[in-house]
Each structure stands twice: as C-alpha cells, then as structure tokens.
C-alpha cells in the first residue's frame, strides 16, 4: 500500500529542515563561542589596561616612600602579609654601599 502524497512531503520537508539545522548549528555556534572569546579578551585589555594605569598614578602621586628605608618599602619589610595570613617572606638585605671610584694607577 502506497502511503498518501501528503504524508510524503511532510516527510521530506521535516527532513530538508533537520538537514538545514545541521548546517546552519556549527556557523552559529562559531559565531557564539567567537563573541564569548572576543569578550575575553577586551576584558584582559581592559585588566591591564587599568592596572598599568593604577600603577602609574601610584608612582606619580605616592613616590614620596620610594627609596626612603622603613617599615613603608615593602623591600625593607620582613614579611608580605593579607590579613592573617603571610604570603611571602621577604630577606632584609642592607642598602646598597655607595659605589666608590677605583683609584687611578700612575705608573
């Protein structure tokens, strides 16, 4: 028994949009996970973009410490600390001596 031409065409058009879907998916996809990692990567710009900033105007508006010994140089600190916990410990070393000129040999 032949089945009706109707059910035919319904049959091949559910077919035609599965095949559609099929190449139509992976485009989009490639599109979606390309707009995630474009916003991954603004957003890193964007990291490093203000913390070289931060930087900056600390050095510019907070350099009165710099190279004064004490407890404010983080070089002449014995330990880094975050609350409770200590990061890192930190060897205190003596300043450098001033550098002193060879004396010039007369031979």
């Known amino acids: ?3 009706p031409y109707r059910s035919r065409q319904r049959d091949r058009q559910e077919g035609q949009g599965l095949v559609e879907f099929a190449l139509v998916l992976p485009v989009f ?3 979606i996970f390309g707009l995630f990692d474009v916003g991954s990567l603004v957003f890193a710009n964007s990291a490093l973009s203000q913390g070289a900033r931060e930087g900056a105007r600390v050095a510019a508006a ?3 410490w710099i ?3 004490g407890p404010a140089c983080v070089s002449d600190a014995s330990q880094i600390t975050a609350g409770d916990r ?10 450098p001596s001033s550098p002193t000129s060879p004396t010039p040999s007369t031979g």
């Not at 200590?86 to 300043?95: A, E, F």
């Open 1 to 3: 028994m032949r089945r």
């Open 29 to 31: 996809m490639l599109l």
């Open 62 to 64: 907070e350099a009165a």
């Open 67 to 69: 190279g004064v010994p």
């Open 86 to 95: 200590v990061l890192m410990s930190v060897p205190r070393t003596s300043p």
